[in-house]
């Protein structure tokens, strides 16, 4: 992984626009995730290009962008920040090779193309999501060769892990598939949002955060309760746009399967509180994720033009 640090702009220049911004930090991440990740041909061959057809060319990055934002609000580092979103980016990627085998959500398509395990078989699939689990940890523990202090990186491995388990993204997926054809009220059903899908977005939140430089962590501890509370807003109004967009959207421009969830019979924000409540819960989750990174002050900028992507998007 030998991406160029994030450069800074001039001593009083203008900030780049956010669409600049966006732009280079999502073509940042794929380089980093382009040399995390082992090249096709090295052996066993197959499955390391499965990997790379799992990870690369597709996707909108949002994990490691919000990492890269999170860590440029307290200082961290572009390199420690590359192997952090990378991590979580590669989480996120194991995530979804699982969640659309047939044992799971049994789907077709992801990001505009067939899914893994469509391409590859089910039982290469299953080695994909397992490789890329144990790669992402691989690649968080590297954080100390770019300035991290070793109890800083072992704390994010223990985060990445939690966000990543029985009590995050694993044990809400397990929530949502005893959920099928059950009736959630809305307690129950916020609680499988967010560690299904809040868990992991939180943690890169909070992963950017931990890379901050040592003076800065010490001294810096609203900052860091600012970036808790904006992921914990964050995360959850990803999923609520989620179940909006998967009754509005289309297949072709969402990359996967529109209508998955009312097909599967699934709970959602939408289903529980119908079309405007969903929209109007989005909305109040935007204003609590603004709210929480005032503390930052304009160092907080790239985290309320995410929030603001995030609830507004179209896909």
């Given at each position: ?15 780049a626009s956010?669409e600049?911004?966006?732009?280079a930090?999502?073509?940042r ?8 990740l082992?090249?096709a ?9 499965a990997?790379?057809?799992a ?6 990055r949002?994990?490691?962008l ?23 980016e ?20 992801r ?5 893994v ?12 999501g ?8 691989e690649t968080?523990?590297?954080t100390v ?9 072992l ?14 993204m694993?044990g809400?997926?397990a929530i ?18 967010r ?13 950017g ?5 040592v003076a800065t962590t ?6 860091q309760?600012?970036l808790e509370?904006y ?14 967009l998967?009754v509005?959207?289309d297949s072709?421009t969402l990359g996967k ?6 097909e599967c019979?699934?709970?959602t ?11 109007a819960l989005?909305?109040?989750?935007r204003?609590?994720a ?5 503390p930052l ?5 790239r ?13």
């Open positions: 992984m030998n991406a160029s640090p994030i450069a800074a702009a001039p001593a009083g220049a203008a900030p956010f600049h911004w966006l732009a930090h999502a073509q991440a794929e380089r980093a995730l382009d040399g995390a082992p090249a041909v090295t052996h066993p061959a197959r499955l390391h290009d990997m790379r057809y990870v690369l060319g597709g996707g909108k949002v994990r490691p919000l990492a890269y934002a999170a860590g440029e609000a307290v200082g961290a580092s572009g390199a420690a920040l590359d192997r952090v979103g990378c991590a979580v590669l989480i996120h990627a194991y995530s979804l090779v699982h969640d659309d085998m047939p044992c799971m959500d049994d789907d077709v398509l990001r505009g193309r067939p899914t395990h469509v391409v590859y078989g089910e039982a290469l699939a299953m080695l994909v397992d490789a890329l689990q144990a790669l992402a940890f968080l523990a590297g060769a770019h300035g991290v202090e070793a109890t800083a990186a704390a994010m491995v223990g985060e990445l892990a939690r966000a990543a388990g029985s009590t995050g694993a809400g997926q949502d598939l005893a959920a099928v054809g059950a009736e959630l009220d809305a307690g129950a059903l916020e609680d499988m949002h560690r299904k899908t809040g868990a992991l977005l939180q943690a890169a939140v909070r992963l955060g931990l890379c901050a430089p010490r001294a810096g501890g609203g900052r309760a600012a509370r992921g914990e807003a964050i995360g959850l109004a990803f999923q609520v746009v989620d179940d909006i998967d509005e959207g072709a399967t529109a209508g998955k969830d009312a019979n699934k709970p924000y939408v289903s529980m509180l119908g079309m405007g409540a969903a929209r989005a909305a109040r989750l204003e609590q603004h709210a929480a990174i005032v002050g304009a160092q907080g900028r985290l309320a033009e995410l929030a603001d992507l995030i609830v507004m998007r179209s896909a």
